[in-house]
């Protein structure tokens, strides 16, 4: 039975739904110490004095480090190209003259009990001269006060064809300014970190929600100058990510660290307040936008700048988020003339990371509120703008004359207008609008918002995989790329199984270990198709060897022989088991009959590497509804098209989908990591910051399209992690904008229930 | 104990708000007392016209009273509003009451349905405090450090009774934004003994004596509510916060009031 194409169950749920997974903090070893980190209360200031002495007075405190206990340990690297003038952007491990956002580590208390270490952490006390933040990215250059650094990292700028000349011919200009709160993905694992060190072996052994094992470990070897070969990375389950966790933070260098010096066990976990202040935030950002428009509604150019609020300093993404913000900001449709500007902008926040749809997300708010805009200023139809203006299938493969991060942006397939095409009959929205057309006429204020988007997938360089199968023929797979939680072990045990010939579920694999596979690192993780395609390439691999050893050891020359539920039998022949797969293991092994051949038994490899990106796109739409006595916004249907290339298993990709949707909800809607005007954060639990449940939330609608396979893998799978997210948030300003018959009415995410409620009442008295 | 440890002894009953409050440090009691233990504690009483609460009367306990009437039904539908299921199955009544959130559905109750409590000091003695004199202001009660909360007595409401209840808030559990009880008498087509509370939009819960005296007497119209909601909407001095500024409280207000009368009026 073939196994790809169908939506079957999780290998890995088994564990997951019996409350039997394992996460990070569920490991301890004994003596292990507990570290609590101090972190600076205050915003921005001047950093005079850490006086550790009555820490010491709490029983069962070992250690207390300040910068000075670890002045050789560099400052957290970016991974990918960036400025070389980046440099004084990084963030020391340990805050030591200045302190830039609340929450910045300042010093690391190690004790025999996580209630000492908190109870410890309180008597750290720190003398800190505060001086005024900075909380506006778009606000003035220079930052006097911040004179070791300039207010802009880095500027990140894109373009092709002739602005002057598109806007010059243009019909109509339209222009919008709009901005997102920032937000981060807050997922219900916070991070945590456990490491032991063996002096036996000489090895830090680390279980950390690292997105990339390898990295990881390269990463943490280069700034304690260790081998690679001293620390290996074990990532175990994850509760959530999208992005919160797993890149090198400065807990990361400190528990690894502290290991080794204090030869003890160390482990940290993050408490919730913490971490909606000190782990990585995103999405905040300002931005102006203009398109040139012909008579007709054809776009001519467009011309958009960004300010990106990167926080106090840039963290291991770099220039990722500014890099596919403006490199995507062109989205699915034609046009002759393009600029895309990003300002790097620190402010004293919590540092800046990604998020699921990092940048695209954004770059679809910009680009689809300037189309309802367009909409709108043109008195046109907000479908028919879209549609007129996307790429048609014959323009594709389709160069946009842009990079992101150094790989260029050529758009691989896609056949847009189909999918708006079969999203609208799927789910009969023709019909759908009219109802609510007709409701609004009647008084009530709902609305039907869509916004169009490409993404990208296929994002990090190469991707291993060993293949090995014991005597007793079960098939084990071995990655060092971390199971996100999105499904990867059983799209991988689903290939696996066709090719090799055996059940998928007792296709074994184990991910995230740095010690069971060598592999090298890249500084972005390999994304899950390049795992599977190298997946597939070692299980072709293996069905060879095994095809080849059975024909031996059966003196069978034809090629009749086929693999079924682990037996290799002849094809035409529908009784007697001639061969196991174990009987083929046990032979390739040494003792064995075929062990001339090697000796290794049966075991392959696969590697991948990235021929360059893939673009996924899809389609949000949403219908909003307004209580008019509240201005709350509800969505009732939400309606998700995308196109992945190939589902390998269907169901996986809408829970990827859905989830994504579900979160963008959120995000558009409720939650945000605000401020205040000292910039101390406004959320520090999970009544400030509303995640919103089940009940407030619509089952998503989910349309798989395979319409536009990627040429890029041999199974032409595009990635379905972010589509979801992409353009939910645009669908859902447009949304509310019908539903309130006041275009342009949202410039901001996530709206604000008493600005409707407001705006509402201003019509009234109007 | 309460008398010996003064304010560094802190009651425990369902520890659905104290346990917070310690977890983020903000309470820091030296001693804490578990009520927990105490038998017969948990189960209501009807006596001279009164339902009497004791201290470990769980929120979920309210879902299923054994005793029928007004009281039951509108008790067991505001315990719905509380939290979620485990919070509910934990905390208690008498807690609520003594942590004083000013968007607690029992604060809110206890204020409008006339809710008298019982509370003992080990070397005072009992005194009793009528709901409404209770509260003083936001987290904030009559309670004296060494003082115990060991009962709440609600009044019986007779059969003709009508109520509506409407809380506000943007996700389900959430401690309301803005909420409106009214109970009153069905009197021919009039309205009579017309009590009307909001919670959550103020320090404290508190009826509101000018909507009252305009219902009373009167016969039930969509008109009249909204002219109410309207009147409660410019009454009240709504508190600000993150969740909501004092203008759109008072929004919030008028959305309440006027969907708790309409729901009376079923
Ligand atoms: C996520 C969440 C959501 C919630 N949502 C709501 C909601 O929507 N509406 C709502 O009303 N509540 C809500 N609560 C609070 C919940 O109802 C609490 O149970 C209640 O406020 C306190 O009751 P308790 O028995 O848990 O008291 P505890 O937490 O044990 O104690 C609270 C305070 O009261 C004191 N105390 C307790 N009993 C007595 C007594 N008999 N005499 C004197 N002092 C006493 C304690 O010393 C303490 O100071 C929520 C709680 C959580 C965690």
Redesign the interface.
């Given at each position: 039975m073939k196994h790809s194409g169908r939506s079957l169950s999780r290998i890995e749920d088994r564990a997951l739904v019996t409350g039997r997974g394992r996460f990070v903090a569920d490991f301890a070893f004994p003596r292990q110490l507990h570290m609590r980190i101090v972190r600076s209360p205050v915003a921005f200031g001047r950093l005079k004095d850490v006086d550790t002495s009555s820490a010491f007075d709490v029983a069962g405190v070992v250690a207390v480090w300040t910068a000075a206990d670890i002045a050789a340990i560099p400052p957290i690297p970016v991974r990918g190209p960036a400025p070389a003038a980046i440099a004084s952007f990084l963030q020391p491990i340990l805050a030591r003259d200045l302190v830039r956002y609340v929450g910045e580590p300042v010093a690391a208390v190690f004790a025999e009990s996580a209630a000492a270490a908190?109870d410890a952490a309180?008597r750290v006390a720190l003398d800190i001269a505060p001086l005024e933040p900075t909380l506006d990215p778009a606000g003035p250059i220079p930052n006097v006060m911040d004179a070791a650094r300039s207010n802009e990292a880095a500027t990140v700028r894109k373009a092709f064809g002739d602005l002057g000349s598109a806007f010059q011919s243009a019909a109509h200009v339209v222009a919008i300014e709009v901005d997102l709160a920032r937000d981060g993905a807050v997922p219900a694992e916070t991070r945590s970190l456990l490491a032991q060190w063996d002096p036996a072996r000489d090895i830090v052994d680390l279980w950390a929600p690292a997105r990339s094992a390898p990295h990881h470990r390269d990463t943490l070897a280069a700034m304690l100058g260790l081998p690679r070969a001293g620390i290996a990375v074990h990532v175990p389950n994850l509760g959530g990510g999208s992005g919160a966790h797993g890149e090198i933070d400065p807990e990361d260098v400190l528990v690894t660290h502290a290991a080794r010096v204090l030869a003890r066990p160390v482990a940290w976990v993050e408490d919730r307040?913490e971490h909606l202040h000190a782990a990585a935030q995103t999405r905040g950002m300002t931005a102006k936008a203009r398109a040139a428009v012909g008579p007709d509604g054809t776009l001519l150019g467009l011309d958009v700048d960004v300010m990106i609020d990167a926080g106090a300093y840039v963290r291991a993404e770099g220039m990722m988020v500014a890099e596919f913000l403006t490199a995507m900001l062109p989205g699915p449709y034609r046009f002759k003339a393009f600029r895309g500007t990003a300002h790097v902008r620190m402010t004293n926040r919590t540092p800046a990371g990604s998020f699921r749809a990092a940048g695209r997300a954004e770059a679809t708010f910009v680009r689809e509120r300037l189309l309802d805009a367009v909409t709108a200023a043109l008195g046109a139809d907000p479908f028919e703008i879209r549609t007129r203006n996307l790429l048609a299938p014959e323009d594709l493969p389709h160069d946009r004359h842009l990079a992101a991060l150094g790989r260029p942006i050529v758009y691989d397939s896609g056949r847009y207008q189909h999918l708006v095409d079969q999203t609208m009959k799927h789910f009969s929205l023709e019909l759908l609008r009219q109802r609510t057309d007709d409701r609004r006429a009647k008084g009530e204020l709902v609305g039907l918002g869509c916004a169009a988007f490409v993404d990208v997938a296929g994002m990090g360089e190469a991707a291993h995989v060993r293949l090995s199968v014991d005597r007793i023929g079960i098939v084990e797979i071995v990655t060092a790329a971390s199971d996100l939680g999105e499904g990867m072990p059983t799209t991988i045990a689903q290939v696996v199984a066709d090719i090799v010939g055996v059940d998928y579920d007792t296709v074994r694999v184990r991910t995230g270990e740095t010690d069971r596979i060598h592999t090298v690192s890249s500084p972005v993780p390999p994304s899950a198709e390049l795992v599977i395609t190298a997946a597939q390439y070692a299980a072709e691999a293996a069905r060879e060897l095994i095809l080849d050893a059975a024909q031996a050891l059966l003196d069978d020359t034809g090629d009749r022989l086929t693999i079924q539920s682990g037996r290799i039998r002849e094809a035409d022949r529908h009784f007697g088991v001639a061969l196991s797969l174990g009987d083929i293991a046990a032979a390739l092994e040494p003792g064995g009959l075929l062990s001339d051949r090697g000796g290794r038994g049966l075991v392959t490899e696969g590697s991948a590497k990235a021929d360059g990106l893939s673009f996924p796109y899809g389609v949000h739409i949403v219908l909003a509804e307004i209580?008019k006595?509240?201005?709350?916004v509800r969505i009732p249907r939400a309606f998700v098209a995308y196109d992945v290339g190939n589902a390998v298993n269907p169901a996986l990709v809408e829970s990827q989908l859905a989830s994504g949707a579900l979160e963008g909800i959120a995000g558009a809607l409720?939650t945000a990591l605000d401020v205040s005007g000292l910039g101390d954060p406004?959320a520090?639990?999970y009544?400030?910051y509303?995640v919103?449940?089940a009940?407030?939330l619509p089952d998503i609608e989910v349309l798989v399209s395979e319409a536009a396979p990627t040429p890029l893998n041999p199974l032409g799978i595009k990635g379905a992690m972010d589509g979801g997210f992409t353009g939910i948030g645009a669908a859902i300003a447009s949304a509310v904008d019908a539903a309130l018959s006041a275009p342009g009415f949202v410039t901001h995410l996530p709206i604000s229930?008493?600005r409707i409620?407001?705006q509402i009442?201003a019509r009234e008295t109007a | 104990m309460l008398s010996q440890h003064g304010d560094d002894a802190r009651l425990l009953a369902g520890g659905q708000s104290l346990v917070p409050t310690m977890t983020a440090r903000l309470a820091r009691p030296t001693v804490l007392i578990d009520l927990n233990r105490i038998e017969n504690a948990a189960l209501p009483t009807i006596s001279a016209g009164r339902l009497r609460v004791p201290p470990l009367m769980r929120h979920a306990d309210f879902e299923r009273l054994s005793a029928n009437g007004p009281l039951s039904t509108i008790l067991a539908e505001l315990s719905g509003h509380i939290g979620h299921l485990p919070i509910r199955m934990r905390g208690t009544f008498c807690g609520a009451l003594a942590h004083a959130d000013p968007a607690a559905e029992w604060c809110l109750a206890s204020v409008v349905l006339g809710a008298e409590l019982l509370v003992r000091s080990m070397t005072r003695g009992v005194r009793n405090i009528e709901a409404a004199d209770f509260f003083e202001s936001m987290m904030d009660t009559t309670l004296a450090d060494d003082e115990m909360i060991i009962e709440a007595q609600i009044p019986l409401l007779p059969a003709a009774t009508r109520y509506g209840f409407s809380e506000i808030c943007r996700r389900s559990g959430d401690y309301a934004l803005a909420s409106t009880l009214v109970v009153y008498q069905r009197d021919e087509d009039e309205m009579t003994k017309v009590r009307l509370g909001v919670g959550g939009v103020e320090a404290t819960p508190r009826r509101i004596p000018e909507a009252e005296a305009m219902l009373e007497r009167r016969e039930p119209t969509r008109q009249l509510f909204r002219e109410v909601a309207d009147l409660v909407a410019s009454a009240v001095d709504p508190v600000s916060d993150l969740a909501a500024d004092a203008d759109y409280r008072r929004e919030l207000t008028r959305a309440a009031v006027s969907r708790a009368l309409d729901r009376s009026f079923r």
């Open positions: 908190d309180e307040r209580d006595q509240t201005g709350m409720y406004r520090i639990n009544a400030d509303p919103p449940t009940c407030e229930p008493a409620m407001a009442r | -």
